[in-house]
Nanobody, 122 residues
Framework: QVQLVESGGGLVQVGGSLRLSCAAS????????MGWFRQAPGKEREFVAA????????YYATSVKGRFTTSRDNVKNMAYLQMNRVEPEDTAVYYC???????????????WGPGTQVTVSS
């Protein structure tokens, strides 16, 4: 059983940076691709980024490509989301999850963490 906990959220100004962390418990962390999602008030949860079990081939939603970077440390059982040049539209609760299926929809992921709030002020 894998449990995930996000941290690093907070208030950041437009154009600033923030680094989110996802701590995983359990011994199977490096068996799964990891994903990041976000959910703004009144909106559906949406895919942000994901990374393969060995840390290769990260891929991103169009809305964050070139601004966000995801990485992982399989020794520390950690995943990260570096957010640069943030925009007001990035305001949301951010979640990490492990990939169980083949797609990039929320239904393809599980073991969701409780989330961390990111608020971008203009």
């Amino acid at each position: 059983q894998v449990q995930l906990v996000e941290s690093g959220g907070g208030l950041v100004q437009v154009g600033g940076s923030l680094r989110l962390s996802c701590a995983a418990s359990g011994r199977t962390f490096n068996n799964y691709a990891m994903g990041w999602f976000r959910q703004a008030p009144g909106k559906e949860r949406e895919f942000v980024a994901a990374i393969d079990p060995n840390g290769s081939s990260p891929y991103y939603a169009t809305s964050v490509k070139g601004r966000f970077t995801t990485s992982r440390d399989n020794v520390k059982n950690m995943a990260y989301l570096q957010m640069n040049r943030v925009e007001p539209e990035d305001t949301a609760v951010y979640y990490c999850a492990r990939r169980l299926g083949l797609g990039s929809k929320p239904r393809d992921f599980g073991s969701w963490g409780p989330g961390t709030q990111v608020t971008v002020s203009s």
